[in-house]
Nanobody, 128 residues
Framework: QVHLVESGGGLVQAGGSLRLSCAVSGRTFTSYGMGWFRQAPGKEREFVGHIRRSGDKTLYADSVKGRFTISRDNAGNTMYLEMNSLEPEDTALYYC?????????????????????WGQGTQVTVSS
C-alpha cells in the first residue's frame, strides 16, 4: 500500500506562485513514476505533469508548460510542483498520483487510469 499526501495549496492572486508537495510513504519511492493532476468543479480530471522515477525526465500539459515545474527528492520521498504565473484558470483541486508500471509510450502517463494510488488533493484558488 502506498500513501500519498498533498500539501501547499491555498489562495493566491493571479501572477503569483505556489509550491505543492506530495509526501509518499509505504514503499520504495523510487519504484514509482509520479504524476500531478487537477480537477476543477464540473470538469474532468486533467493531466498536469509527470516525472520519471529517477527524475531525469518530465512531461507537462501544454496549458502549464513554461509555468509549472515538477521535481522530486528521492531521499526525502517527496515530489513537488512549483507553480508560477498562476492564472484563474489554474483554480482546481490538485492531486498527486503514483504508478509502479513502465509504459512504452509517454502518452500513457497523461491518463488518470495509468496511476495506481492517489492522494486526497489540495485546493489551489487563483483570484483575478
Amino acid at each position: 500500500q502506498v500513501h500519498l499526501v498533498e500539501s501547499g495549496g491555498g489562495l493566491v492572486q493571479a501572477g503569483g506562485s505556489l509550491r505543492l508537495s506530495c509526501a509518499v510513504s509505504g514503499r520504495t519511492f523510487t519504484s514509482y513514476g509520479m504524476g500531478w493532476f487537477r480537477q476543477a468543479p464540473g470538469k474532468e480530471r486533467e493531466f498536469v505533469g509527470h516525472i520519471r522515477r529517477s527524475g531525469d525526465k518530465t512531461l507537462y500539459a501544454d496549458s502549464v508548460k513554461g509555468r509549472f515545474t515538477i521535481s522530486r527528492d528521492n531521499a526525502g520521498n517527496t515530489m513537488y510542483l512549483e507553480m508560477n504565473s498562476l492564472e484563474p484558470e489554474d483554480t482546481a483541486l490538485y492531486y498527486c498520483a503514483s504508478t509502479s508500471l513502465r509504459y512504452p509510450s509517454d502518452n500513457y502517463y497523461y491518463r488518470p487510469r495509468t496511476y495506481d494510488y492517489w492522494g486526497q488533493g489540495t485546493q489551489v484558488t487563483v483570484s483575478s
